[in-house]
């Protein structure tokens, strides 16, 4: 019955690996269909880039870095209890990776490829670790000063901060250290408008985003034993929430209605294992509307060239994700308890403040030291011939006649 218990959580974790594996999949399409169409090669070799680069960089260092763990023994140990130790880890890569795919977003239409594949090295290596290891594993005793101050420690189920709150707030870093897109913003004040490519595609991501979504929030209980039915749900209504919110907050913009279900995503991976199925409702409809309202701000009035937005759908409704936790999973509001408003306070701010410093960082110094973005005329070639020297349509590729 032992045996049989292992290999079943091998096999349920192992699924939740895959299906978050093929979220990245989704962040490739979100940020092809949102790009011009001169960059959407450059979009779907990033995510891919990206992902292979996060697990050297996790295997190797990340991984060891957050729980104390090293895969450097014999093949026969490794395989013990069916291996579920190595499908753990398979499932918390594809969480670490998604760092650099949430980043990409950001920073897309302008960034140098190497420098940027360096940058992402450094964080999930480095940086992500730091603070999943703080959350997850109770490094460096902060979730213990955090319990002892607060009554309960920080809660975060399923990475609203993270994951989410921590490459949003990476990817603002970065994007303030880069700057605007060539031609965004004219000195006059005015600034001139970039459409999505192809709005199929952006919703093709957002469609695979969220399906995965299921195996990112439900997995995260990492055994069979503990996957919960209330999980699912509540991140099913909150998916809903972030829909309609968008949908009405944003007019009936396409654009915004696929991020709707995303950002209500974001927002309940925290709480998700607390909250009664109404409060999921309200945290994913806040987070909906906030990523329309925070996505309108920070480009028309703040001038932030956050490409895909990242920074209000992942960095600001991960940081309200944290903080609802601490609301709507009290039994107050119909949730389980357990949890308590100031740690989830703190311990968000803890998350954000790590990330956006990090970031500053990493990014910083890449940009000191080799660069980090392309010429003004790589830009307007686009980053498809710059880069990669073919584009998504091929009968224009440079040198052909």
């Given amino acids: 019955m032992e045996a049989q218990q292992t290999s079943s959580d091998v096999l349920f974790i192992l699924i939740g690996a895959v299906m978050v594996l093929a ?12 790009v011009r169409a001169k960059n959407q090669v450059n979009a779907l070799v990033k995510i891919m880039s990206d992902f292979a680069i996060s697990t050297i960089a996790y295997f190797f260092i990340g991984y060891s870095l957050a729980y104390g763990i090293d895969f450097f023994t014999d093949a026969t140990l490794l395989q013990a209890n069916n291996g579920y130790a190595l499908v753990k880890f398979f ?28 940058a992402s ?30 009554g309960a420690p920080f809660h975060d189920f399923a990475g609203s901060v993270v994951v989410h709150a921590v490459g949003g707030w990476i990817a603002l870093a970065a994007v303030l250290l880069l700057g605007s897109r060539f031609g965004r913003y004219r000195k006059d004040g005015s600034m001139t408008a970039h459409p999505p490519s192809s709005i199929p595609f952006l919703a093709l991501g957002a469609w695979t985003l969220t399906v995965g979504w299921f195996g990112f929030n439900v997995m995260s209980a990492q055994t069979l034993n503990a996957v ?64 329309v309202y925070a996505f309108t701000i ?43 408003f100031g740690a989830q306070f703190v311990g968000t701010l803890i998350g954000v403040s790590i990330a956006f410093a990090g970031g500053f960082i990493i990014y910083g110094l890449i940009k000191f030291a080799i660069g980090m973005r392309l010429s003004d005329e790589e830009e307007y070639l686009g980053a498809d011939l710059s880069i990669h020297n073919i584009t998504a349509q091929p009968d224009y590729n440079r040198g052909e006649v």
């Avoid at 979220?23 to 949102?34: D, I, P, V």
């Avoid at 670790?129 to 902060?142: A, L, R």
Wanted: net charge negative.
């Fill in 23 to 34: 979220m990245h999949a989704g962040f490739a399409f979100l940020e092809l269909g949102t």
């Fill in 91 to 118: 499932f918390l890569l594809t969480f670490a990776a998604a760092i650099p795919a949430i980043i990409s977003g950001g920073i897309a239409e302008r960034a140098r490829f190497y420098p940027q594949l360096l």
């Fill in 121 to 150: 090295f450094l964080i999930v290596g480095l940086l992500y670790p730091f603070f999943e290891g703080i959350t997850w594993n109770g490094n460096f005793g902060i979730q213990t000063l955090i319990e002892t101050t607060f």
């Fill in 228 to 291: 919960s039915g209330l999980v699912a749900v509540n991140s099913l209504m909150a998916m809903v929430g972030g829909i309609l919110a968008a949908l009405i907050a944003g007019k009936n913009d396409p654009g915004f209605l696929h991020n709707g279900p995303l950002a209500g995503l974001v927002a309940v991976c925290a709480g998700s294992d607390l909250m009664h199925p109404l409060g999921a409702l309200i945290t994913g409809s806040i987070a909906g509307a906030l990523f």
């Fill in 298 to 340: 920070t480009q028309n009035k703040w001038k932030i060239d956050d490409v895909l937005g990242v920074w209000p759908l992942h960095g600001l409704c991960g940081l309200w994700g944290g903080i609802a936790a601490g609301i709507f999973g009290l039994p107050l509001f119909g949730g389980v308890g357990g949890v308590s």
